[in-house]
Every structure is written in C-alpha cells, then in structure tokens.
C-alpha cells in the first residue's frame, strides 16, 4: 500500500472518531438544553410553533459553533471531550443568562413570537461566536 492511502487510512478513522465525539456532545448539549428549559420547545415544534423552531435551531447552531473550533483546536480525543464539555457547560450557563437578561422573551417565544426567537437567537449566537474565539485563541 503506498504511502499517501496508508495516511489517508489512518487519518480518516481519527478525523471520524474526533467528529462522532464532537457530534455526541452536539447532541448531549442539544438533549440537555431541551432538558432544562421551563418552555418545553420540542414539543412546541411538535405543535407547530415557528418560533419555538427558530429559537431550538439557533441553539443548535450557537452550540456547533465553539465545538467545531474546540475540535480544531484538539489534539487527541480526550482533548475534543474535555474543551467540548466545557464549551457545552459555559454555552448552557451563557443561554440561561440571556434568557434572565431578556426576561419575558422565552415566554414570547412559547407564545409564538417570532421577533422574540430571533433576537434570542442572535444573543445566543452572537455569545457562541465570542466563545469560539476565545477557544481557538
């Protein structure tokens, strides 16, 4: 076998091993937030509210964002699973904070409002971006 597919071997399972981990904490952090929150937004997107949807699909996103620089900046994959932890740790403190900044929002959310989804979601993202940075840095 040459040298270049012997790489591409080895390489391949690291990079699908360091993905499945951060992909499993993607979703632990996902299940957990959706755990915690007192609006229960899987089921308002169940019943077909948009804002619930908006806001769920900003969380996941804003929770993607520090993993994906925490797996680049991992060498080995207890690295990936301790700064992915902690990403997903701060990401839900820094969520429950914005929520209290923007009392009454997460209600207006519930009811429905789309407005209220997305300046959550911006607050929540804008935070996802910062803590991504600080974790490449």
């Known amino acids: 076998m040459s040298p270049e597919i012997q790489a591409f071997t080895n390489a391949i399972l690291v990079a699908l091993a360091h993905g499945g ?14 755990f915690l929150t007192p609006h229960k937004e899987i089921t308002q997107i169940r019943d077909g509210n ?26 080995s994959a207890l ?8 990403t ?3 990401q839900l403190l820094v969520f429950r904070v914005i929520d209290m900044l923007f009392a009454g929002l997460p209600q ?6 789309v407005s209220a989804a997305a300046l ?3 607050a929540k993202l804008a935070a996802a971006m910062v803590l991504a940075a600080a974790v490449a840095g």
């Open 108 to 113: 207006r959310v519930a009811d429905g409002e």
């Open 88 to 90: 997903v740790v701060v």
């Open 79 to 86: 690295e990936i699973a301790l700064w992915g932890t902690m």
């Open 50 to 75: 948009a804002a619930a949807a908006l806001s769920f699909g900003g969380v996941i996103v804003a929770l993607a964002l520090p993993l994906a620089l925490s797996l680049t900046a991992s060498a």
């Open 120 to 122: 959550l979601v911006s």
């Open 21 to 34: 981990i951060t992909l499993a904490l993607l979703a632990a952090g996902a299940a957990l937030y959706a």
